[in-house]
């Protein structure tokens, strides 16, 4: 089997490229901040929780019309703006959030009919499970699993007004005019389609709740329906 990926989208394999894939297995580096301390062995540990890019390289070639092949791969790929999704047949039940960043340099043969280069892609540290895109819809209290070992950050429609309840956290909705409010709680953001919805959320912890490992109680209470996309990820 010929590997490839898609990005944004778009299938690699148009272009008649395909791929190796001896960097999708990294893992990113964790940004710690060490602190030394005057008289003190050792370092105290400041920011634990941050997670750094990676890098990742496919080492990549293509075989069939290879001029005409790389002018399109070289136009698609330069014009993609921020990060997008990228999915490979090495991990297909997840994807990362990528931007390409080059350069796209090649090495021809067969009389520049074919030839190898690397494509680079800089990822956030998360693999996301396209499980956890799928929405799961509560109207009474209930559980929420999380299949990983890393706080998720949902994105959640709540209709009506009241509170919603995720394990020890609460999202309380008040005075909304709207049959509905999403609520996104990685951009710590709320809104109706693009009207701007905050004045109506209130949280009741210093952060938008997340879905912690394991089992979460799910309550509502005046809420008459949430639809939560966890946003499952690991790295």
């Given at each position: ?91 297909p039940d997840e994807y990362r959030l990528a931007c390409f960043v080059g350069p796209l340099e ?30 799961q819809t509560f109207t009474a209290a209930d559980t929420i699993r999380n299949p990983t070992l ?50 109506y959320v209130t949280v009741s912890g210093n952060d938008f709740p997340v879905i912690p490992p ?22």
């Open positions: 089997m010929r590997n490839y990926f898609t990005f944004n989208g778009k299938d690699c394999r148009d272009f008649g490229v395909y791929i190796s894939g001896q960097g999708t297995f990294s893992a990113p580096s964790r940004g710690y901040d060490f602190i030394q301390v005057p008289g003190r062995n050792g370092d105290l540990i400041g920011n634990e929780r941050r997670l750094e890019n990676l890098e990742l390289t496919y080492p990549a070639f293509v075989y069939v019309d290879y001029k005409t092949s790389m002018r399109g791969l070289r136009s698609f790929l330069l014009s993609q703006i921020g990060y997008k999704r990228l999915i490979d047949t090495y991990h090649t090495e021809t043969m067969n009389n520049n009919k074919a030839g190898n280069f690397d494509l680079v892609f800089m990822c956030k540290p998360q693999r996301y499970l396209l499980s956890g895109d799928e929405v890393f706080d998720a950050r949902p994105l959640i429609r709540v209709y009506g007004n009241g509170t919603l309840g995720l394990g020890d956290e609460y999202i309380t909705i008040a005075n909304s005019p709207y049959d509905y409010i999403d609520i996104d709680c990685d951009l710590m953001d709320a809104f109706r389609g693009a009207t701007n919805c905050n004045q394991d089992e979460t109680g799910i309550s509502l209470s005046g809420i008459t329906r949430a639809d939560i996309t966890p946003r499952w990820w690991q790295v």
